[in-house]
């Protein structure tokens, strides 16, 4: 079983900031540490096209030239094919940045149609019931700013990460994983526990001004990926000290009971 490709976790607890930080061009795409997902990918896009893709009108431009960018494809569904990255094409419109078109094969509890057109404001629009609306809009701004002077040589990185139950990497929505993990006890969900991390990553298309925003899906068995000591500690560090409106839009208070367990067993094994 392979070692997970990125422990976020060592970083600390997880928190609603930017946190993008700049990595070298060559980097960007490569390598692509999720390749073994692709096969999954294409199927999904050859069956569920009109679930997992959309775009609005006057993207066009934007997306090929994000497809020529990205892998010398002609559209924006046949460079996601090759890459197990999905992207997302912000463009800014009667001045906000605005999802004008995406393919979301490995969508974080969200669906392409939920996203299609939404300002960075609007896209965080479940934030406000853990942290307010004044600071939502705070978080949104802040994000403005990095995407109007972000330079088209340049690329951000940043990781997001959660704990779920179970190993599905196609979830437009949360509640079939927990209403699953709900009917089962903790020592049966401990084994369900997987560690998604979202490697993030934007850059600015020169030709059209819009932003590249690129998210890479990572999915391990979180006892794996918490299997040697240090990491075990600094989960557990980032776990209990994360602040209780991130643990609440996560859902964690609900895999407590279970992820009690799991660090028993590891501990004693």
Known sequence: MRRPPNLPFMAGPPDFLVGLHPIALDAWLEPDW???SLPAKRALLASRADQVCAALEGSQGACAEAAALLTGADSLQAAAERISDDPIIMQKREGAWCAAALVLCSPTFFSAQEAIGKTLGALHGPVPDVLGPNETQGLAQRISRVFDGLAPDAVLERFNWTVQPGPERYTPAAAPLFDRAAQLGAESVADLL????????????????AVLFCVRVSIDPLRVAIGQAGARAMFSQ???NAPARVRQYKRWPMLDPAMAVLLQRLEES
């Open 238 to 240: 980032a776990w209990e």
């Open 194 to 209: 997987h560690l998604r991390v979202e490697r993030q990553t934007i850059r600015k298309l020169p030709q059209s001004g």
């Open 34 to 36: 999720e390749a073994d």
